[in-house]
């Protein structure tokens, strides 16, 4: 048996760097431990340029099943890459402030991104779970790293807990629908599970509500997103900029590769299903966020009910709808990247300013951030000219399209009462008296740039929205298009 | 041609952009140079668009496309005809004279660009209206023509008296253009596109489509609808109110856009409209009456005014109601003709009457003029020529546009025109009372203020320079146009008459053929009763202020409660101020309190706030930080999913 | 029903058995050693399915290995049972209600016929002298070598952050560096100091001193 290992050399590359990066940390003293910084961003600037370079055209499985390259794959990866690299790019300076600036901290993110790699392209149960497992272990690692930090440690341990609890559904839902298939392989079980697709299947219902659940949990949405309010909040900022984005894709991905290409023929059982958790997962996340005062935890509601938005995406049902959920991952990744990014570059050695108090009057000393919270905000609401709104805007449409009007109302309705949280920062920011006489911000240069940048891409990349949401329709169409 | 039509409101738009934006840095000179070019360049190419049009060279098309919504495309475009030509000149020419006035008597103002910039704005939005060839853009420009109207009202904005008037012809033209875009919508509706053309094409297939569960014609009620938001505009009885006010404005203001072209605009866009409102006889009607009744009872109230300004006010009320009673009548032509001429000889009084005003140190109460001829004589003679044309002498323009009316109404079949015919004849005497007693108080007698008098001196060539250019076109345009206009073909297309409607040509039909029409029309006019009446007003005005001044004020004494009606006028302010504005704030007031601060903000607005938040509250304590309250939720999520599912 | 059958329910009770009194029994020793049981039992389970291999990695590695470790924590660390059990007694009824609703949807569930010996016929028996061993190693290094390669990377990570987690210098504690107390030289140590000699001093002084 020829094993072929080209499509895989981007995956082989990250884990041979981090491994590299984990040796050379030995030799390295201290003070120089910048280079294991540096060969992190250049590893990942590296693979996002193979994965670039190589850009799939159709769609094909290697590896026996277990490794998918098509459309939809590079473009998440990418995407993965680009948000990892400017996780590590942001978080610099605050890790290094926390004495957090170990090898380990950049091989634990190197190890939770091939996780997520192989989870994206994951044909097959098993490399399905385990590219998971290597992510959230990374993770409960990244989220732990803070180890004098009774909350950060606390917030691993329900993180780890929790995980386990989720990975443990997954597996037995996993099971289930390997006793009724006799296979692993996602492209078999679908072949199958097509011919059993029938209301009274209750093995293939029990099996599904497992993997949803997990999924759910994974995404952290609304009744399994207990989690996500206490991690983020405890856990390093750094870490939670980590958290928070890309693994966000890598759980889009699973579930397109389990729900969408595994088990599409099941799509009007797990419909309702994420109708019910899209729906709490808008109210419960909307509702909560409003009671907050800190703005990570702020932002972890906020993140719960964007999950449930773009579950709206998916749970359509049609190509539409799958890529207007991948729009909606994109542009929420980069925005939450952009939010806690915020959080990020406004504290400093000693100083978290995660409190909402912290931002008042923040225009006044510094007019550019404050207009960088704005945009920021007003994306995550949803208000135009930004991507956030066509983000919005056309997973409502993908809803719409087929016939669910009253869950497109009950969308709007909460996205209003969103409006209320992110539009009250802006209102901390601008309108109030400041909080603190003078306050410093000891960014870097490359923080202040990327981040402005970051900001900057949601308004001004809206010229590119079409061909943004052409890629995304080509994406979906190499999955859906595959069978 | 279609890059002369999109220059002749743009040259007017970048004088107004630069002489507004740039003031400070161009200097006072800079600015006027900048419009005045402007919109002399505008004048030019209006010419040439006239004798273009002339010659036969229609055009319609669009420029630009702003949107397209659902099949309905929103056009910026150009209908350029014999009507727009018309109306282009005679703007242009105007605003053109006006901006000149404006060096001399604006010359001490320190808002002397701003007020450059808004004149030329003014002359570009209005342009912008009687060039559309779609409904759209016409509102456009109805709304930029009321908004400059509002800023110059206003344009003293530390005077109390000035920030009232536009705040109130803000309020009233407010009423009005609620009805236009009423009507306009009503158009969208029925006909499914705003383009005149299409409209036009179409209005015959639905002269008889009425309202669902109704008798009335669609086509009445759109046509309603829009002159209402002329009523508005051009300053009806009973939304005439803003008119007289306006003029705490400054003068080249009231004339150029209070009284030859914004308040035209009505009166245009009606006549633009004629293929519609000559479909509903009612609406006809209903434009019949209200003209008639603003023409006579608006002359009456100038008979007791004694601010200068205020007369030529009430004037041009009652004129517009010639105007809107030549409409009324389907006598289109007449109304535009009319239009024209009034647009020279009022912007000639009121260019004089400020040549006056300045003269005397802003003074505007007659009770104090008196014996200016001596001092003033190009104003004196400019002016009696422009109240020569205005009462209708024969042989000056007002007369062949007036008399026209006069008898088209004769003519028309109209249930309404008898009473038109009789309001606008017994009109003719009124008018000329006021004119002549404007005249003789001003000009004749004695000075009644002499240390005034003593100081007044003639005006610099800058304003006596347009009223003699505006002298001019006041004695001679009826001559020109009269035979063309109302009898010859001279606007084509562009203004639709029913045959049974054409009482302009039933008018021709007593023209003796071969002999010219203006000839025939002063021969003919100078025994009938109009011009009699005239002739009695101007004897009695000069019997009554000349030869035994006290008679007035014997007369005022006598017909006390008549002279406090007119002196009030009508008392419909009070009425307007009794009972739609307090009501309005009553109203207002209750839905305030009641309906906002109680049920919308109460109960709505902070009512689901308050339950939001509060539910927040509440929720947020499933978050207690234990994680096997956090598994246990976990769980019963599974199992709820899993026996929902599983059951159904 | 055939002895392997037998076997099969014997020992599948006893591991339900075991796993039930891991969670409910008081005492953590005995927790993990009933931990133990069932980690037996299950390997017992998969011998009567022929994975002898995989049954003998199970009790060598988590008996043999893992639960060693894991009693060696218990007992040293001093584990409050009282407030471990705290809120035990009142979660109870619901939770136990929960569990035994899923536990009998579950098991309606998988009863229903989607599985058994009709869906899928049961495998052929392997010769005598077959080697699951090498077959396993066969498919881990062919057809499985992503996921195995993929386990290996979980446990670097595994590994690399147990030490990211709990290695690190404390300041105060005093522990020895033998190869520094082993280059050691006596001039580190020790100063000779020459002085003249005095004379012999004062009392005061000397209590000074």
Known sequence: MELNIQPILPEIFICAMACVILVLDLYLKPERRTIAYVLTVMTLL????????????????????????????????????????????????????RDLFLSEYFVLGLFAVLGMMVMVSAGHFLALYLGLELLSLSLYAMVAFQRDSSVATEAAMKYFVLGALGSAMLLYGMSIIYGLTGSLDISVVRGIVAAQAAPDNVILVLGLVFILVSLAFKIGAVPFHMWVPDVYHGAPTSSTLFVSTAPKLAGFAIIIRLLVGGLEDLHFMWRDMLIVLAVLSMLLGNLIAIAQTNLKRMLAYSAISHMGFMLLGILAGTPNGYSAGLFYGLVYTFMGLGGFGIVVLLSRAGYEADELDDLRGLNQSHPWYAFLILIFMFSMAGVPPTLGFFAKLSVIQAVIDVELTWLAVIAVLFTVIGAFYYLRVIKLVYFDPPAVAAREISATADLRVLLSANAVALVLLLPMVGPIQEMCTQAIASVVGAF | METIYLLTPLACLVGAIVAGLFGKRIGRTGAHRVTISGVAI??????????????????????????????????????????????????????????????????????????????????????????????????????????????????????????????????????????????????????????????????????????????????????????????????????????????????????????????????????????????????????????????????????????????????????????????????????????????????????????????????????????????????????????????????????????????????????????????????????????????????????????????????????????????????????????????????????????????????????????????????????????????????????????????????????????????????????????????????????????????????????????????????????????????????????????????? | MTFTQLAFYFFATVLIFAAAMVVSIRNPVKAALFLVLAFFSAACVWITLEAEFLAIVLVLVYVGAVMVLFLFVVMMLDINLARMREGFGEYLPIGGLIAVLMVLEIAIVLTSGGFGEEQFPRPEGHPAGFSDTKELGRLIYTAYVYPFELAAVILLVAIVAAIALTLRKRPDTKYLDPARQVTVKKADRLRVVKMPAEKRADRTTEGEA
Request: hydrophobic residues 55%.
């Open chain 1, 46 to 97: 590296v693979a996002a340029g193979l994965y670039w370079q190589d850009f799939a055209t159709g769609s094909a499985v290697y590896l026996n099943g277990m490794f998918i390259k098509d459309r939809f794959s590079d473009v998440v990866k990418i995407a993965i890459c680009l948000l990892s690299l400017l996780v590590f790019v942001y978080s610099r300076e605050y890790i290094k402030a």
């Open chain 2, 42 to 648: 505008a004048f030019l190419l209006s010419v040439i668009v006239f004798v273009d049009v002339m010659n036969g060279n229609l055009f319609n098309g669009p420029v630009y496309t702003w949107a397209v919504s659902e099949g309905t495309v929103y056009q910026i475009g150009f209908l350029i005809d014999e009507l727009t030509a018309v109306m282009m000149v005679v703007v242009t020419f105007v605003s053109f004279m006006v901006h000149i006035y404006t060096i001399g008597y604006m010359e001490e103002d320190p808002g002397y660009q701003r007020f450059f910039s808004y004149i030329a704005l003014f002359t570009f939005s209005m342009l912008m209206l009687v060039m559309s060839n779609n409904f759209l853009q016409l509102f456009f420009g109805w709304e930029a023509v009321g908004l400059v109207s509002y800023l110059l009202i206003g344009f003293w904005f530390k005077k109390d008296t000035a920030i009232a008037a536009n705040l109130k012809a803000f309020l009233v033209n407010r009423v009005g253009d609620l009805g236009f875009l009423l009507g306009i919508g009503g158009v969208l509706y029925l006909f499914g596109t705003l383009d005149y053309a299409d409209v036009f094409a179409a209005a015959p297939d639905f002269a008889g489509e009425t309202m669902p569960g109704t008798e009335t014609l669609w086509m009445t009620l759109i046509c309603l609808l829009l002159f209402v938001g002329a009523m508005g505009k051009s300053a009806q009885v009973p939304l005439h109110v803003w008119l007289p006010d306006s003029m705490e404005g400054p003068t080249p203001i009231s004339a150029l856009i209070h009284a030859a072209t914004m308040v035209t605009a009505g009166i245009f866009m009606v006549a633009r409209m004629s293929p519609l409102f000559e479909l509903s006889d009612t609406a006809l009607n209903f434009v019949l009456v209200i003209g008639a009744i603003t023409a006579f009872f608006m002359a009456l109230v100038g008979l007791v005014q004694n601010d200068i300004k205020r007369v030529i006010a009430y004037s041009t009320l009652s004129q517009l109601g010639y105007m809107t009673v030549a409409l009324g009548a389907s006598a289109y032509a007449a109304g535009i003709f009319h239009l024209g001429t009034h647009a020279f000889f009022k912007a000639l009084l009121f260019l004089a009457a400020g040549s006056v005003i300045i003269a005397l140190h802003h003074e505007q109460d007659m009770r104090h003029m008196g014996g200016l001829r001596r001092v003033m004589p190009i104003t004196w003679i400019t002016m009696i020529i422009g109240t020569l044309a205005l009462i209708g002498t024969p042989g000056f323009s007002g007369f062949f546009s007036k008399d026209a009316i006069i008898e088209a109404v004769h003519y028309s079949q109209q249930p309404a025109a008898k009473f038109a015919h009789i309001a606008l004849t017994a009109g003719t005497f009124v008018t000329a009372f006021y004119s002549w007693r404007l005249i003789f108080l001003t000009f004749h007698g004695e000075p009644r203020d002499r240390e005034k008098f003593d100081h007044a001196k003639e005006s610099p060539w800058v304003v006596t320079l347009p009223l003699i250019l505006l002298a001019i076109p006041s004695v001679i345009v009826g001559w020109i146009f009269v035979e063309p206009m109302l009898f010859g073909d001279f606007f084509g297309s562009s203004i639709v008459v029913r045959p049974e409607h054409d009482t302009l040509a039933r008018l021709a039909e007593h023209n003796d053929p071969g002999h010219g029409a203006a000839w025939q029309m002063v021969a003919h006019g100078i025994l009938a009763l109009p011009v009699l009446l005239t002739a009695l007003g101007t004897v009695l005005a000069w019997i009554m202020y000349i030869v035994r001044p006290d008679l007035p004020g014997k007369l005022a004494g006598r017909f006390s409660a008549i002279y406090k009606i007119l002196l009030n006028k009508y008392g419909i302010d009070e009425f307007n101020e009794f009972f739609f504005a307090r009501g309005g704030r009553n109203i207002g007031n209750f839905f305030w309190r009641i309906g906002d601060v109680k049920l919308i903000d109460g109960i709505m607005v902070n009512g689901t706030a308050r339950v939001v938040g509060w539910v927040s509250s509440v929720v947020r304590h499933i978050q207690t930080g234990y994680v096997y309250h956090y598994a246990f939720a976990m769980i019963i999520g599974l199992f709820v999913l899993m026996t929902w599912f599983l059951s159904s």
